[in-house]
């Protein structure tokens, strides 16, 4: 038999409000958030018959309660897709919804399927960080990580500590810079928002329509003050992490030529995807080899490069990122609309998050031909998918 790698492109995303842990989500179900974005999806793509999916794959860090039961299946059935459509469930941590599109479009390009919807889901506020893990006592007694690998702010530190020209003042001036895009873009970003009742015992329903962790105003005098939680005197805050967060994203990818039989619309291509492992102790430079493998793969250079999502976890691993390639702090090519320091970061959730808005991104700049989203990932990875835009003017 003989086969033909199939081109995969990203068709449309969207994603909840993003909430603060203990917000506006506290009495929400996690399962509940993903469901709705992906009725939501399905509603803004009436194209798409829905016995055309044919896989939905749905990340999340901790797979326990209403984030287990293999979530990808479980959300699809009340999704209201049919009782035919799998699903599965996905975990690399940070960029499990990164891993869900890449796995389902590696399954598109050879042939096993056509169209499948992949996102995820982090409720951080019912699903604290770490909750029920039980990690085995060889992987620090046999060295094979530092205890601070386990603790995402302490690799921050480490990340200082290895580039002691990142400085906390240039965190914190990145993280002021995030803020202040976001304020400006926050009106488009919300085109993709999927609303949500939420359920309060104590103030009744409520509707979530807008991102609750950014903070407008913030300087660089007030992230001055701000305590160092991962380490006395340490570099880390608040103020220039991504926090601790609730909310879901869905996409759907399809195979190119499925979408244009269907009549879909195509927001990106993809051009190639690279996940690597790196030291565990300083998780937060992951992108950067992985950026390396998937530029190498796709035979590009970082210059070919004129959109970039970056996921900003920590804004010292970002810097780290930009020092690398070259990049200025405040190059207007990275993070258009601001990142996770201001919206946030639902660890499982935000791979398709970055996807959506360099989908967006595209439209608005025909001139560009390439971007990329990257991520780093806990236990050491990073992740790194190059985009193609459809919309690219010099064809
Ligand atoms: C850093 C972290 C521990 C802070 O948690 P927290 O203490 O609950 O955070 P808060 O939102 O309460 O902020 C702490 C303080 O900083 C202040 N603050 C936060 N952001 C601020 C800003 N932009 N400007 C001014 N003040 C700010 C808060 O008002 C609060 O002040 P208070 O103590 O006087 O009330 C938490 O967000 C964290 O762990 N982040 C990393 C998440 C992570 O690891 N993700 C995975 C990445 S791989």
Redesign the pocket.
């Known amino acids: 038999m003989s086969r033909t790698v199939r081109e995969v492109v990203f068709v449309d995303g969207v994603r909840t409000p993003f909430g ?2 203990g917000g506006m989500y506290a009495e929400t179900r996690a399962d509940d958030l993903v469901i709705r974005a992906i009725r939501e999806l399905l509603r803004r793509n009436p194209q798409l018959p829905p016995e055309r999916v044919e896989e939905v794959a749905i990340a999340a860090t901790t797979q326990i309660g209403d984030q287990g039961l293999t979530l990808g299946r479980t959300a699809a059935l009340l999704s209201g897709l049919p009782k035919t459509v799998p699903g599965y469930s996905i975990d690399r ?2 960029a499990g919804a990164m891993t869900a599109v890449t796995t389902v479009a590696g399954s598109i390009a050879m042939g096993a399927i056509d169209v499948a919807i992949a996102g995820g889901v982090e409720h ?1 506020g019912r699903h604290p ?1 770490g909750e029920g893990v039980d990690p085995n006592p060889r992987i620090i007694a046999e060295k094979l990580v530092d205890p601070s690998a386990l ?3 302490a ?2 530190e480490n990340l200082h500590d290895r580039f002691p020209h990142i400085t906390k003042q240039r965190a914190d001036a990145f ?2 810079n995030s ?1 202040r895009k976001y304020a400006a873009a926050a009106r488009d970003l919300e085109k993709d928002f999927v609303t949500i009742a939420t359920r309060s015992a104590e103030l009744g329903w409520g509707l979530a329509s807008a991102d609750e ?1 950014p ?1 407008p ?3 660089v005098e ?2 001055a ?3 160092t ?2 380490r006395p005197h340490g570099r ?10 609730d909310g879901a994203t869905a996409s759907i990818i399809a195979a190119e030529d499925t979408a244009r039989e269907l009549g879909l619309p195509v927001g990106m291509r993809l051009v190639s995807y690279a996940f690597t492992g790196v030291e565990p102790e300083v ?2 430079v992951g992108p950067i080899p992985s950026t390396e493998k998937a530029l190498a793969k796709a035979g590009l250079s970082i210059s070919d490069i004129g959109l970039f999502e970056l ?1 900003e ?2 804004a010292v ?1 970002v810097l780290a990122f930009l020092d690398h390639f070259g990049i200025g702090d405040e190059d207007p090519r990275v993070n258009p609309a601001g990142g ?3 919206m946030g ?1 639902p ?1 499982a959730a935000s791979g398709v998050r970055l996807m959506t808005q360099l989908s967006r991104h595209f439209e608005a700049h025909p001139e560009v031909r390439y971007g990329l989203t990257a991520m ?3 236990i050491g990875m990073g992740g790194t998918v190059i985009w193609e835009n459809p919309a690219w003017e010099g064809k």
Do not use: D, Y
Request: proline content about 4%.
């Open positions: 603060k842990a941590m940070c951080m960080m603790v995402m702010g690799t921050a993280a002021v803020q962790p903070r105003g913030t300087t007030g992230l003050t701000l305590k939680p991962f880390v805050t608040a103020g220039n992490s991504a926090g601790l967060n998780m937060g996921n976890a920590f691993q996770a320091i201001a970061h660890l780093c990932i806990g």
